[in-house]
């Protein structure tokens, strides 16, 4: 199966800071890869699709960017409300698979 | 509106079988594929298994054999009945929409434990 490996675990911001998360997958996941946002106590959040594709009602604030084995989320300049767990995913290769997660944390 | 219901968790004993339904609104689940997620307490997330529009279905290693996922074109309503449960099966479970997932339900909590 293909491991995705995020990083940081932790990334700790303040609110106006550029973020930027990695997603590493084992072997390539040609341009099959989708980010997640999720909240305390809510369901995951679609951001964005295909490496780069963000979906409905996304800010463009949320960029992905990406080929084959490395990929990242950037978030331009961070709103109070962009503060929660974010997992990057696969669906190039079964089983799909999800990265660990990286939690973004005020400072 | 989308949205995705899921309902049938609950507490049950290692060895025993719940069905979850995810009941869908605002759309067709016979022309989507349709996703099982789940999510360990304090974990993160885990695939689970899909149907795709054709009917076929695919399942992550750790509940192959054990878990069936269906779906009711009639009642607008995707399941997964859950067979020979274990304690790590425990979780929040959860349905989305479509291949990349662009709807989730709320989900249901599955307890097993004895």
């Known amino acids: 199966e293909i491991v995705l490996t995020q990083s940081p675990a932790t990334l700790s911001l303040s609110p106006g800071e550029r973020a930027t998360l990695s997603c590493r997958a084992s072997?390539?996941?040609?341009?099959?890869l989708t980010w997640y946002q999720q909240k305390p106590g809510q369901a995951p959040r679609l951001l964005i699709y295909?490496?780069?594709n963000r979906a409905t009602g996304i800010p463009a604030r949320f960029s992905g960017s990406g080929s084959g084995t490395d990929f990242t989320l950037t978030i331009s300049s961070l709103e109070p409300e962009d503060f929660a767990v974010y997992y990057c995913?696969?669906?190039?290769?079964?089983?799909?698979?999800f990265g660990q997660g990286t939690r973004l944390e005020i400072k | 509106e989308v949205q995705l219901v899921e309902t049938g968790g609950g507490l049950i004993q290692p060895g025993g079988s719940l069905r979850l339904s995810c009941a869908a609104s605002?759309?067709?689940?016979?022309?989507?594929?349709m996703t099982w997620v789940r999510q360990a307490p304090g974990k993160g997330l885990e695939w689970v298994s899909v149907?795709?529009?054709?009917?076929?279905?695919f399942y992550a290693d750790s509940v192959r054999g054990r878990f069936t996922i269906s779906r009711d074109n009639s009642k607008n309503t995707v399941y997964l009945q859950m067979n020979s449960l274990r304690a790590e099966d425990t979780a929040m479970y959860f349905c989305a929409r479509g291949p990349n997932s662009d709807s989730w339900g709320q989900g249901t909590l599955v307890t097993v434990s004895s």
């Open positions: 605002g759309f067709a689940v016979s022309g989507n594929h």
């Open positions: 295909d490496v780069s």
């Open positions: 072997q390539s996941v040609r341009s099959y």
């Open positions: 995913q696969q669906r190039d290769k079964w089983p799909i698979t």
């Open positions: 149907i795709h529009t054709g009917g076929d279905t």
